[in-house]
Every structure is written in structure tokens, then in C-alpha cells.
């Protein structure tokens, strides 16, 4: 019996964790946090076409690694408008759903062009290139996906309630665990909707690599008509909270309360709050220039706006942290720098994928195992590291997970030079590329959200409490056009290390294109060099400098 107590305390232990951590998050959960919620888990399951879509491109599309990664420098792009975006949430808040169904109208759009392709591809063709139709889905779904995340952070603000049934005012301890609560749970939301895709890649995708080709295209034909789920979902959750609103109103009025005091109890915004007009000039010169640029095909077309942007928004900061306190200021740019520098990072691009896909042997179904593998870990991730991250600064964190990850990118380099080879060889098959693979996937999944979820909450902490909208699109901006910084490295890289993949003309079958994946190590190592480098150089200049991290 004396020998069952351990095992049973360890069990308590487990149990009470679980329930403090996972189950509190249900017991917390209320009916106004779902409509947010619906939106975020919309933005999960954008990823059920990124598997197809990686192979669409590589069988389908003659384009480059170093244009692909040209093209994600324009996808990141419209994230830095979160900037304007935020602002005009604020300016037009009552109709602020309004953005959500343009947003689902682009991404329905964007989808509907895919679809087109892939089901009638000589009629699309016969309009405009199969690559500018590509491009152009590429380019619209980004923009969607912007409009409705930025109204579903102003919703999650809207979910948090000011009082309670009785029209009483909730203490400030209460809203504040409440508006975690609401946070966490958005985190979960877009994590889960990302489990729920993989899980529908597994099934879809098992058997398409034996596929022949004419089934092939009909399965990614299918994938993309099953995305068409993506905007209705986050329609759904702009109606459901109409109707919430409706009934609270109802049932206040109820109660005795005239339309006034309604508002002032909900929240709702009686007047429109002053134009900024820094941040929509900004935002306007940020757009107009940016797509002339764009247009125009001038050479360093994303150097040219990268510039631009960045100009803009640092300016845009510089005005906001005059609020702040000298110290405080501080703190901020040291913690901005590290994060902008941390994110900045390069990656090999999609020559990786595509060398994975031809010398390793990774069909369809298995990148979505890895896909599966890599959402679940994450969302166990955000509540195993959730001490961990609240406990550190943001230099640690930052010091801690450029030294895993650069630990966790060897395998990968290994590979390339044989070391699935040898490690199938010792263990007789069993330790063959696809378990490298699954265990460098599985330790390395979580690390992600465990940079992004202290970064959110310093931005949120660290904003004036009269500018905490603005502030907040502000320093995302900023954030977020660090991975446009990270897609330009990954061209230039490209451009030093070329890799090609073999590109087959679609009328004749002919190799246009051999593959040459020659230089694809050496683009790996080099890219694991600069991620283990620049982020550790930046903590320690920032740590010498007047300047503090959070």
C-alpha cells in the first residue's frame, strides 16, 4: 500500500494541474467570449489549404523559391495595415462587422480563384496566366484575414462584460481575469482550429501521393472547396453577436433602463472617438505608395516599400511613446528591438519543402501528421510554459528559444548530409528521416506560441491608458513587419543559394527545369547560423545600452 502513495500523489499532482491550467479555462468560459472566438478559430483553419497549396505549386507552377519568397514579403505586407485598421475599428465601431464580411467576401474570393484552377483550369488560363491567378489568390487572402483579425480584437474587448445581470459595475481584479481568460482563449481558439485542419489533412490526404494525376486534382479540388467553411464560419460569429447584443439589450430594458443608460452599460460607443489623423495619413501613404510601387514593377520594389513602412511606423511610435515615461520609454525600445530582431530571422524558404518532398521521400499525408503533431504540442505547449513565460523577462525567453531552436534546426541540416542514412543504419530502419522528422517536429512546435504570447502581453501592458487601441495596431505593426524583414532575407538568400526543383511543362510533360537542390546545405547552414547569432548579438547590445527589455 506504502508503495501505491507516491504514484497516487504524483496522480493528485497531475490532476490538480490540470484542472488549474485546462478545465479553469472552461469553467471560465461565458457566451460573449463566442463570438470572437469564431473568428479566431476561422483564422485556425486557414491553414487546410496550405498543404495542398505547397503542392499545387510545386507540381502545378514554374515559380521560383526566391519569387515565392518575394510573394510572402507582399502577403506579410497587409499585416503592417493593422496600424490604420485599428484606428478605423475604433472610428466605426457600431459597424464594425461590417470589415468582418468584406474580409470573408476576399477570402471567399481568393478561394473561388483556386477552385477555378484546379476545376477549370484552360477557361482560367484563357483570361490571364495560371501564376497570375495564383499571385492574385496569394495577395487577397492575406488582406481578409487582416480585416477580420483586427475586428476580432476589438471584439474580444467587446466580450468582456462591464456588469454583472443586475447592472452592478465588475471590479477591476474580476475584468482583469476575465480579459486573460478571453485572451487565452483566442490563442486556443486559432491553435485548435489549426489541430482540426491537420486532423482533416490526415484523412483527406492519405492516400495522394499514389494517386494518378487526374485524381490528384480532385482532391485538391475538394480541399479548397471545403475551405469555403473558413468565411462562413467567421460570418457566423459577426451574426451570433449581433444577436447577444440584441438580447442584452432586451433584457436590460427589461429591467427599466432607458437606451443611454443601456449603452453605458454595455460598453457601446455613444460617439465616435477624434481621427487620428497620424495614423490614417500614415496608413494612406503606407497604402497608396506601397501599391504603386507594387504596380509599377519597379526594381527593389520591396526594399522601396519596406523603407517606406517602416519609416512610417517608427515615426508613428516615436509620437506615441511621448506619453510614456523616460524609464519606461526605455524599456519599450530595447523590447521592441529584441522582438523586431528575433522575428526578423530568415528561413530557407520553400526550397526546404520541396528537397523534403523529392530526396526524402514526405508525401502529402505525412507533412500533415507533422502538421497534426506540430498544432496539438503547441496547444499543450501554451499552458505547460505558461508559468515560464509570465516568470521571465523577454530577453530570456528570447536567449532561450534562439538557443533551442538552433539546437532544434541541426537534425534537419544532418539530414541533408546523410544522417538519416547512418541513423537507419545503426538502428535498423527505425530511426529513418520521417522519425528525425517527427521528433525535431514534436519538440519544436510550442516554441512559437511561447514567443508570441509574451510579446502580445507586453504590447498590451506596456500601452498609455487612453491610447490602448491605437498603441496596441501601432507596436503589432511594427511586430508584424518584422516577418516582411524575415521573407526579404529569405530572398536574398535564395538568391545566393539557389535551389531549383524540377518543373515539368503541363502540355507535354517535358522537364523545363531540372532540380538542383546543390546549394540547399549550404543555405541551411547559414540560415541556422544568423538565427543562433543576430538575436543573442541583439540581447547583449540592448543589455549594455541606456536601454531595458521587459
Known sequence: MKNLLPANGFLSIIAQWFSANILALGREMRLSYLPPLMVYVAAGISGLTGIVGTFYVKEKLGLSAEFLAALGFWMMLPWALKMPLGHLVDLVWRWKGLLVYLGASLIMLSLIIM???????????????????????????????????????????????????????????????????????????????????????????????????????????????????????????????????????????????????????????????????????????????????????????????FAISMAIIVFLMWRLTGELEPDARNVLVGTAVMIFIFRAIPSPGAGSTWWMIDELGFDQQFLAVLSLIGAVLTLFGMFIFRRFMAERSIAYIIGFLTIVSSFLSLPIVGMYFGLHEWT???????????????????????????????????????????????????????????????????????????????????????????ADYSELGHLLITVTIIGFVLPLVTILIVKHSRFRNA
Open 115 to 305: 477552385i477555378g484552377l484546379l476545376g477549370h483550369t484552360e477557361a482560367m488560363a484563357a483570361m490571364a496566366p495560371v501564376e497570375t491567378w495564383y499571385v492574385l489568390s496569394a495577395l487577397l487572402a492575406p488582406v481578409g484575414y487582416v480585416l477580420q483579425d483586427v475586428v476580432a480584437d476589438a471584439m474580444t474587448v467587446e466580450a468582456v462584460p462591464r456588469v454583472d445581470e443586475n447592472g452592478n459595475k465588475l471590479d477591476a481584479e474580476k475584468r482583469k481575469l476575465m480579459h486573460v481568460t478571453m485572451q487565452t482563449l483566442g490563442r486556443v481558439a486559432i491553435i485548435g482550429g489549426g489541430v482540426l485542419v491537420s486532423v482533416a489533412n490526415v484523412v483527406l490526404l492519405r492516400d495522394a501521393g499514389s494517386l494518378p494525376e487526374v485524381e490528384k486534382d480532385a482532391l485538391y479540388l475538394l480541399v479548397y472547396e471545403l475551405a469555403l467553411i473558413i468565411p462562413a464560419v467567421s460570418i457566423f460569429g459577426v451574426v451570433f453577436a449581433a444577436w447577444l447584443q440584441r438580447r442584452e439589450r432586451k433584457y436590460f430594458q427589461a429591467q427599466g433602463y432607458n437606451r443611454q443608460e443601456v449603452d453605458k452599460l454595455l460598453g457601446m460607443h455613444s460617439e465616435p472617438p477624434a481621427i487620428n489623423w497620424w495614423i490614417l495619413g500614415g496608413g494612406l501613404v503606407f497604402t497608396v505608395m506601397s501599391l504603386g510601387v507594387g504596380v509599377s514593377g519597379v526594381s527593389g520594389g520591396e526594399e522601396i516599400v
Open 424 to 514: 537507419a543504419a545503426v538502428t535498423g530502419g527505425i530511426v529513418d528521416a520521417r522519425f528525425i522528422a517527427l521528433v525535431d517536429t514534436a519538440l519544436e512546435s510550442p516554441l512559437g506560441q511561447i514567443a508570441m504570447i509574451p510579446m502580445l502581453a507586453w504590447i498590451a501592458n506596456s500601452a498609455p491608458e487612453k491610447l490602448k487601441a491605437t498603441f496596441f495596431a501601432v507596436m503589432a505593426s511594427f511586430t508584424n513587419l518584422a516577418l516582411s524583414a524575415s521573407q526579404l532575407g529569405t530572398k536574398y538568400l535564395n538568391q545566393i543559394y539557389e535551389v531549383k526543383r524540377e518543373v515539368k511543362d503541363m502540355a507535354t510533360g517535358q522537364i523545363t527545369v531540372p
